[in-house]
Structures are given as C-alpha cells and as structure tokens.
C-alpha cells in the first residue's frame, strides 16, 4: 500500500514494505530531499496530528505595510486630485490577486498540516480536504501491518529457551499494544508454567505462584 501527495514546493511517498516503513521526500527540483526506510520494529506508536499553523500576527503586519506602501505611492496622486490610469488600476487589481492566490496556497500547502508521528521521527504533510480520507485509511493499514509483523515476528515463545529475554519481548509487546493483556500472560504462563500474580501468601509472606504445567 502506498500514499502519494504532490505540492508545488515538495512531494511525498509513503509506503508500506516487507521489512520497514518507506518514506521520500522531494523538492519542487525533484532532488531527494529525505529517503528513509525505518523497520516496523521502531515504528509504534503511530500517532496522526492535524495542526493549523496560519500566521496571523505576520499576515496582519503583511498586510498594514502593503497598505501603508499603497498609501504612499498613491498620495501624490489623490493630492493633485487626478484619477489613476488604467495602468495603475490593473496593477493594483494584479496584486490583490496575487495575494489571495498566495494566501490560498498556503493556507492549503503550509498553516494547515497533517503529521504522522512515529517512535523514530514525523513526516509532515499538507491537510488537502481531498487526501485524508486516503491518509487516515494508510496510517489505520500502516499501524495494522506493524502490529500484524510484530505479532508474527515476535510473539512466538519457547518454554526450552532463556525465559527472561523471552518475557522482555512480551512485556515490549504489549506495552505497544501488540498483544492485549489477557494475551501476554497466557504466553507468560506457557513460557514460565506459572500463573502471573497467583502467590500465596502462607505466615504473612508471600510465595512464588504456583506451576500449572
């Protein structure tokens, strides 16, 4: 499964391999500007942020001092009471185009993102309307896929093998929600043949749980 999504300025790749997580990045040259495959091992937990980041306090100051040169430039004008030339209408009317358009494009390029954020690092995004859907159904496939790897990979226990780095993995595991409680002790009951948090306390001590195998 993979996720693409094309800027002016940069593009981005998403996709899921057999091993790891693949992620590019390029810039409006198509030079690369990130390319890095993290193993589905230091991936989880996988977490998607919307952030809204529009600079109002600049786009404010921008937008006074655009005012203040248009004042200026046009003062002499309104002074000797003579009407702007067409000319100058058309240029004026260019520049609040340009400005509007520059607002739309950032305020759908760089205030407005979608984060993917990773054990590892966070891949940056532009909230476009038309890609979350695609994107919320890739991080919920991406994280599904982990866990299912991680679960195959990592789960599997044996009783005639050393138990500490064995119950290390399980409690890894489900600390990353890979396996649910119920889950991790059954596997810790089977690889150490006791049942987790059974002592029994005999003369105000407590003794280690009894073995069920």
Do not use: C
């Amino acid at each position: 499964m993979q996720f693409h999504q094309r800027q002016f300025t940069r593009s981005t790749q998403l996709a899921l391999r057999e091993h790891g997580f693949y992620i590019s990045q390029r810039d409006g040259r198509g030079q690369v500007a990130m390319a890095v495959e993290l193993p589905y091992e230091e991936l989880l937990p996988l977490r998607l942020e919307y952030r809204n980041t529009v600079p109002r306090r600049q786009l404010l100051w921008g937008l006074g001092g655009l005012l203040y040169v248009g004042l200026h430039l046009t003062r002499p004008l309104l002074a000797d009471s003579q009407p702007l030339s067409n000319e100058a209408w058309a240029g004026a009317f260019g520049v609040g185009v340009g400005l509007i358009l520059f607002f739309l494009y950032g305020l759908h390029n760089w205030w407005h993102q979608a984060i993917l954020h990773t054990s590892r690092l966070q891949v940056v995004l532009a909230d476009h309307p038309r890609d979350r859907r695609q994107l919320r159904a890739f991080v919920s496939n991406l994280q599904s896929h982990t866990k299912a790897y991680l679960r195959r990979e990592y789960s599997l226990v044996n009783p005639l093998g050393l138990i500490e780095p064995q119950l290390r993995r399980l409690a890894w595991l489900h600390e990353l929600d890979v396996l649910s409680t119920p889950e991790a002790q059954a596997l810790a009951t089977r690889l150490t043949g006791r049942l987790p948090g059974r002592g029994i306390k005999s003369m105000g001590q407590r003794l280690e749980a009894p073995y069920v195998n």
